[in-house]
């Protein structure tokens, strides 16, 4: 394990329901990272499986063996309805620097936080991330293409190396477009009082509440990119979108263009885009837009 004075401290942020049966290899990988958290915050929004039984003793074994790592949890009584919820929990407990929130279903290689908080050298940048590919339940490779190709409807070059770029930059090449974060494992973010009041925004996305949170986040410093594939990301068979969720995606993204053209100096090239990427969806998901 590498790991320097100078490290930047880290939070990794596991919000769970129903996830247990994740929760043991997750937390080995954020163990095995070369680069070492200094905070494990584990929460559990009212699980219906065994999740506490699993998981209360796996926290004792940890404080018992990292006494290096600050570890926190919180159980909810009742659930709270909203992932964003849990972000916000999982932030207000933080005493880090950083913040990488940790999906249970998800899994990263050795490197990953080592790479990803490389960035961060320069204080300017608030967000930091890198590829992803897709895995089903199994952990099968579901297709080879990255998720970042996939998201980038456009096939603009500058996904294929890495970047720190002024967010206000990176809104323009794609984030106000479409969102072009793979997801938020793949991600750390530099800890800062408006986190909180970004994702309390959010909840007013149910879908597209995490893109909405990307933008609020990418305006307030720099944004880096690598091209490296250090994160899988967990897709499930019951996830299949129905077309009623399609729709509301549908209307979600049209907010969203909308609230990027109305926050932020866009160029007249991205507002194109906005609008032809909407006129395809609506094609592709048989949408009337009215």
Known sequence: MTTTTKSKTVSAILPNYNYAHFFCSRLQEILSQTYQVSEIIILD????????????PEIAKLQAMRPDIAVKHCFNRQNSGNVFSQWQKGIELSS???IWICELDDSAKPKFLETVMAPFKDDNVVLSFCNSKMINQKGELIIKDNLRKIKDFFRRRHVLGEYVVDGLTEINRSLAVFNSIPNVSATIIKNQSSLTTFLE???KYRLCGDWYFYLKVAAAGKIAYTNKTLNLHRIHSDSVTKKTALKERFAETKSIHKFARNTFKLQNNTIRRMEKIEIELAKKWKIKDN
């Open 201 to 203: 925004e959010a909840k």
């Open 45 to 56: 929004d009212n699980s219906t499986d065994k999740s506490r039984e699993i998981i209360l």
């Open 96 to 98: 880090a620097e950083y």
